[in-house]
Antibody, heavy 120, light 107 residues
Framework: EVQLVESGGGLVQPGGSLRLSCAAS????????MNWVRQAPGKGLEWVSF????????YYADSVKGRFTISRDNAKNSLYLQMNSLRDEDTAVYYCARSALPYYYGMDVWGQGTTVTVSS | DIQLTQSPSFLSASVGDRVTITCRASQGINSYLAWYQQKPGKAPKLLISAAFTLQSGVPSRFSGSGSGTEFTLTISSLQPEDFATYYC?????????FGGGTKVEIK
């Protein structure tokens, strides 16, 4: 079964850090580009970051650029999001999502999400 | 950045109704548009890729059309399991962007 499972969410104070992980299974992880997408409580979807299959291409939303770092370990079938200098507005459910093939087909596999709460 | 404007943001409909949701892009995005369905507490589900390609397993009552800057998602006969929020997403350029969503509720 094709599956993505996120972990690492939790409660953190403003200015703090958190590292999210996404474990992939059921497909050849190293062949796919990956994304992080978040959803603030009661709000819509916001794309956060993209990483290509070989990590050679990386993009970030302006709202997280300079604070978040996406990475992957193809040997461990894992995707990561290092989040630093967290702000209240980073509070959201964070999803990892696989880019479909071809890329412009959207995101065809999503994890269940992990909740990040930034609050003092 | 490319802005996507969905309309309506909310609609109330009955089982069996034909429903159309529109997504307008601030600039041309070819046909690089996807549609997702999201139910409360769940992850989004990809319904339609590249404006009109139905994903495997998605019922044929769902269809997509459009190109350039205007796109539509149509549900030909609304079923009870279709009550959800629908989002469009452009994949023409980074940053990727989503529309604001359309919540479809039972009348």
């Amino acid at each position: 079964e094709v599956q993505l499972v996120e972990s690492g969410g939790g409660l953190v104070q403003p200015g703090g850090s958190l590292r999210l992980s996404c474990a992939a299974s059921g497909f050849t992880f190293s062949s796919y580009n990956m994304n992080w997408v978040r959803q603030a409580p009661g709000k819509g979807l916001e794309w956060v970051s993209f990483i290509s299959s070989s990590s050679s291409i990386i993009y970030y939303a302006d709202s997280v650029k300079g604070r978040f770092t996406i990475s992957r370990d193809n040997a461990k079938n894992s995707l990561y999001l290092q989040m630093n200098s967290l702000r209240d507005e980073d509070t959201a459910v964070y999803y990892c999502a696989r880019s479909a093939l071809p890329y412009y087909y959207g995101m065809d596999v999503w994890g269940q999400g992990t909740t990040v709460t930034v609050s003092s | 950045d490319i802005q996507l404007t969905q309309s309506p943001s909310f609609l109330s409909a009955s089982v069996g109704d034909r429903v159309t949701i529109t997504c307008r892009a601030s600039q041309g995005i070819n046909s690089y548009l996807a549609w997702y369905q999201q139910k409360p507490g769940k992850a989004p589900k990809l319904l339609i890729s590249a404006a009109f390609t139905l994903q495997s397993g998605v019922p044929s009552r769902f269809s997509g059309s459009g190109s350039g800057t205007e796109f539509t998602l149509t549900i030909s006969s609304l079923q009870p399991e279709d009550f959800a929020t629908y989002y469009c997403q452009q994949l023409n350029s980074y940053p990727l962007t989503f529309g604001g969503g359309t919540k479809v509720e039972i009348k």
